[in-house]
């Protein structure tokens, strides 16, 4: 729990560090002063000073003058104790939407909004977990590893990006999902044992959802297709895809129908070459009992 950096001691879990996050464009520069301009409205309109908005909803008043001049980002239990509070009715915390498009860096929500549209997604991921199979404490264990080193508002803003990605695991109807994770990333332990552990443990519950089909590929295989880099496939139900490789197009992402057919033709040699779905399970399992 951080500490309010007006001194006055109240806590400051109701906003986003730090002042605007990482990466934040014009957009969403636009939004959080909107939204900001809105809350500064109806603390006016209810009679009260800042230092008494922050005094009832537990936040201190340096965050309330930031939050309403749009360089902090709101959580949305802040947004939720203020329409309580000032009486909104649901006016204020409707701003949780608006907010939340914002919140994430731009080519993390254009990401996100490509992978909500995907009825299938094709991953290679070489020594590293691809982002969507990550635990909380193991993408925190990365970012903390980042050098230069981040912020802690930068860690936690990049945590609660990548773990929005992973809605795509909740959609309704399911996208068919494939993985082909190395070796090497299941036996690194990030973030010490136990979060170790509870990594293997999420490999192992993804791995048996009906739409996803989940391969490890076994350190001691020979050349394949993969080495130069991860691959990542995006296809939409028009019939259109996305897709990109390190190893292939400058490392740029191509749509053009003749490049996803390279990138499918490296993949599908992969998905020949890796354990099946069953032996990785079965691998993963043999990893989690000897940690």
């Keep these: 729990m ?15 560090e730090p002042d605007q996050g990482p990466d934040l464009d014009d957009e969403g520069e636009a939004v959080l002063k909107s939204v900001g ?23 201190g008043e340096n965050l309330i003058y930031k939050v309403e001049t749009g ?23 409707a701003m949780k939407q608006d907010v939340a498009e914002v919140r994430y860096p731009k080519r993390v929500r254009e990401l996100t909004k490509l992978e909500a549209k995907a009825v299938e997604i094709a991953v290679y991921a070489t020594h590293g977990m691809h982002g969507l199979l990550q635990t909380e404490g193991h993408a925190q264990a990365l970012l903390e590893a980042r050098q ?4 802690w508002g930068e860690v936690e803003h990049g945590v609660a990006a990548r773990m929005a990605r992973r809605s795509v695991f909740d959609r309704l109807p399911a996208p068919t999902l494939s993985f082909v994770q190395e070796e090497v990333a299941l036996r690194r332990p ?20 009906r739409n996803v089909t989940l391969q490890v590929m076994p350190t001691h295989r020979e050349a394949h297709p993969g080495l130069d880099g991860r691959i990542e496939m995006l296809k939409f139900g028009d019939g259109t895809a996305v897709g ?7 490392g740029r992402p191509v749509s053009d129908p003749k490049r996803i057919r390279i990138l499918e033709l490296r993949y599908g040699i992969i998905r020949a070459q890796a354990l099946t ?5 079965a691998f993963i399992e043999k990893v989690l009992g000897e940690t």
Excluded: H, N
């Design 244 to 250: 990109r490789s390190e190893a292939a197009f400058a």
């Design 71 to 93: 360089k902090r980002i709101p959580r949305p239990e802040y947004l939720e104790k203020a329409d309580e509070v000032l009486g909104a009715g649901g006016k204020i915390a």
């Design 277 to 281: 779905p069953r032996e990785s399970l």
């Design 2 to 16: 951080r500490v309010d950096d007006g001194g006055t001691g109240k806590v400051a879990d109701g906003v986003d």
């Design 148 to 151: 230069p080193a981040y912020s």
């Design 37 to 59: 301009r809105q809350l500064k409205l109806w603390r006016e309109g209810a009679g009260l000073r800042a230092a008494e908005l922050g005094e009832a909803l537990g936040y």
């Design 190 to 209: 990030i973030g010490g044992t136990m979060e170790w552990r509870r990594q293997l443990e999420r490999l192992l519950e993804v791995g048996q959802l």
